[in-house]
Nanobody
Framework: QVPLVESGGGSVQTGGSLRLSCAAS???????????VGWFRQAPGKEREGVAH????????KYADSVNGRFTISQDNANQPVYLQMNNLKARDTGMYFC???????????????????WGQGTQVTVSS
C-alpha cells in the first residue's frame, strides 16, 4: 500500500490555478510518525526539486524561490490532508508532483528541511500557453 496519495493534478493554461491534495493512506500522517509534509516536483529530464514544506506541528512553511508568492502549502488542522494551492501557473511548473512525509530536521536552513521517508506516487501537472 502506497503510504501517501496525491490528487488534484491536471492540465491548465498559463495563469491558471490548481489545488493538490496529499493524504495519508493509513489514517493520518502521525500514524507514520511524521510532523513534516513536503511537495516535490520533477519535470522530464530534470532532477526532482523541493517546492514547499510544512512543519505540521507549528504550521510553519518554506518555499522554493521559483514558487514563492504563487504557491501556498497548508493543512486545515492536524492529521488532515496537506494542500498545495498553486496560482498563476507557468509552463515551467509542469511536472510530476509528489508529496512526502517525514520528520522536521530542526532547521529551515537545511535542504530539504525534513527527513522524508514516505512518498506518494505523484500527480501530473501540465501548464500550457
Amino acid at each position: 500500500q502506497v503510504p501517501l496519495v496525491e490528487s488534484g493534478g491536471g492540465s491548465v493554461q498559463t495563469g491558471g490555478s490548481l489545488r493538490l491534495s496529499c493524504a495519508a493512506s493509513r489514517s493520518t500522517f502521525s500514524t507514520y510518525g511524521s510532523d513534516c509534509v513536503g511537495w516535490f516536483r520533477q519535470a522530464p529530464g530534470k532532477e526532482r526539486e523541493g517546492v514547499a514544506h510544512i512543519y505540521t506541528l507549528r504550521g510553519s512553511s518554506k518555499y522554493a524561490d521559483s514558487v514563492n508568492g504563487r504557491f501556498t502549502i497548508s493543512q486545515d488542522n492536524a492529521n488532515q490532508p496537506v494542500y498545495l494551492q498553486m496560482n498563476n501557473l507557468k509552463a515551467r511548473d509542469t511536472g510530476m508532483y509528489f508529496c512526502a512525509a517525514g520528520r522536521f530536521g530542526g532547521s529551515w536552513y537545511r535542504d530539504p528541511p525534513c527527513e522524508y521517508n514516505y512518498w506518494g506516487q505523484g500527480t501530473q501537472v501540465t501548464v500550457s500557453s
